[in-house]
């Protein structure tokens, strides 16, 4: 929860957001939507851990969406500051779309147990593993090979204490061992700069959060062109919350569907309210800390501990003490607990369609880096010409089309390929119709929501449907055979229950 905060505060500074603007407005309101949803599922576990009679009952991890906050600053408000050269019309455009990431986070709530119903666990969970395997764990462990002297002890300490199990001197835990470790290898080799802790401190003052109604009326007037790709980004939102409630209850910790995710959606919306740009999420690590042995006060602490910070104006401070690669091993280990978690608990047979269903994030997260890269060189994937990179074996058109909407066509992908390994060929086939609906009308496979936006996409789905039927409806000599024993060995068992009746 603290660590992603930071590094989302950390992306304002490198668009250069002026502090005023980011540790007065933006970080108070993000913090209380932090806070105060730690807090809550702090209190929705204890009430758990009474009700069943356990001490071991896990919280639910809670906080910022990881791809969420790259989104807002690179492709919501740097784009407006670039047309406008107003940073408070770019803050309040980001208010806005945080906006409307809550609201339809909210509606997600109600339709999430009906999704949780019909998608295959295995789709749930795998989906999972991409986002954590891309996402969560590839930036970490850039920046941590970036600095290998301090990322790769600090990461062995973890592992070695939550992996391995590793008794520490003192007992203390893991976590804090290796962020003291990393400090004081970062600032005992210069890493770190005396002068930004002199800055942080200077400007030190309290910053309590307060409402942004004409900032988030103003700012609906820039939304118009990121308004369609903000629909299935929150949508993204909801069903990673969804795979996270999967995953805790894989875990042994049973949550209601429906409230837990009201909370990130109706939190979203009041952060929002005050001048938050940043959509909150159920995360993604539920089993990772409950092995940990977080349980109830991880939660309580981070919710209270992310408030107080904030509040107080400590956030600029501890940002320019603690080297935020002694905190990324944290997310490297969560993402392994993920994915352990997803392959241990699937049926062998249908590991081929979670490795399938990984590709979606890959794809998605390397047409984020081509894209960083060109727009750091000033120029675009399309004045470059998608043929010629495709030349060069860049294939950033499919791969482009392939991860729209990742977690939807990963989970969606997995779905269709588990009933057909089970040999369920019509319901496979059914669901390969949805999905050609969904890409049809842009909710995946696309970059915009609209009539036939993904129509490419859509009509690979209906031939796969049409393969799907035709399993279905062709029956092999030797299956009609097989089919003709198994009918005669259910008649005889019939006829002889029957007699000795």
């Known amino acids: 929860m603290l660590t992603n905060f930071l590094a989302a505060i950390g992306l304002l500074a490198t668009i250069n957001m002026p502090s005023a603007i980011v540790y007065g407005n933006i970080v108070p309101g993000a913090a209380i939507s932090i806070g105060l949803g730690g807090i809550i599922f702090a209190v929705q576990a204890r009430r758990a851990s009474i009700k069943r009679g356990v001490s071991n009952v896990t919280a639910m991890p809670y906080g910022l969406s990881v791809p ?54 295995s789709a749930l969970l795998g989906s999972l593993t991409g986002l954590a395997l891309t996402y969560i764990a590839m930036n970490p462990m850039g920046e941590i090979f970036s600095t290998p002297y301090i990322g790769m ?15 520490l001197p003192g007992n203390i835990p893991a976590g804090l061992l290796a962020i003291v470790i990393g400090m004081l290898l970062a600032w005992g080799t210069g890493y770190m700069d005396v002068a930004a802790v002199q800055s942080a401190a200077s400007g030190f003052s309290i ?49 209601p569907t429906g409230l837990s995710l009201l909370v990130p959606g109706l939190l979203t919306i009041f952060g929002s309210l005050l001048g938050s740009v940043f959509p909150t999420i159920l995360y993604i690590g539920h089993p990772g800390w409950k092995a940990a042995g977080a349980r109830v006060g991880y939660s309580m602490a981070t919710g209270i501990g992310v408030l107080v910070l904030a509040f107080v104006g400590l956030m600029p401070l501890v940002m320019s003490v603690i080297p935020l690669v002694a905190l990324l091993p944290i997310l490297v280990y969560i993402s392994m607990s993920i994915g352990t978690q997803a392959f241990s608990t699937a049926k ?7 490795i399938l269903g990984l590709l979606p994030f890959i794809a998605s997260f390397v047409t984020l880096q081509v894209d960083n890269a060109l727009t ?20 950033y058109e499919g791969w482009n089309t392939l991860g729209a909407s990742d977690i939807l066509v990963s989970m969606m992908l997995i779905s269709i390929v ?72 259910v008649v005889e068992a019939d006829e002889s229950f029957e007699a000795n009746s």
Do not use: C
């Not at 903000?230 to 069903?239: G, K, M, N, S």
């Open 68 to 121: 969420h906050y790259f989104i807002v600053a690179f492709g919501v408000m740097l784009p407006v500051y670039a047309q406008t050269q107003d940073w408070m019309l770019a803050w309040a455009t980001g208010i806005a779309w945080n906006f409307v990431q809550g609201i339809i986070m909210t509606i997600g709530a109600f339709v999430g147990p009906y999704i949780q119903k019909y998608i295959p666990r």
């Open 153 to 167: 002890l600090t990461l062995v300490i973890v592992l070695g204490g939550w992996i391995a199990h590793k008794k």
């Open 207 to 255: 910053s309590l959060p307060s409402f942004a109604i004409s900032q988030l009326v103003q700012g609906f007037a820039y939304l118009s062109p990121f308004l369609a790709a903000a629909i299935p980004l929150a949508i993204y939102d909801f069903l990673e919350s969804l795979d996270n409630i999967e995953s805790a209850e894989v875990g042994g910790d049973k949550y």
């Open 348 to 354: 062998s047979k249908h590991i081929p369609a979670m």
């Open 376 to 395: 750091a060189a000033g120029t675009s994937a399309g004045e470059v010409g998608l043929s010629l990179l495709k030349d060069n074996g860049v294939y």
């Open 418 to 489: 588990i009933y057909l390994v089970e040999r369920n060929f019509k319901t496979a086939a059914v669901y390969a119709l949805i999905t050609a609906a969904l890409s049809y009308f842009g909710f995946i496979h696309a970059g915009e929501i609209g009539l036939g936006t993904g129509a490419s996409a859509a009509l690979g789905y209906l031939t796969m449907s049409a393969g799907l039927m035709f399993f279905h409806l062709y029956k092999h000599p030797e299956e009609k055979a097989a089919l003709e024993l198994e009918s005669k060995a």
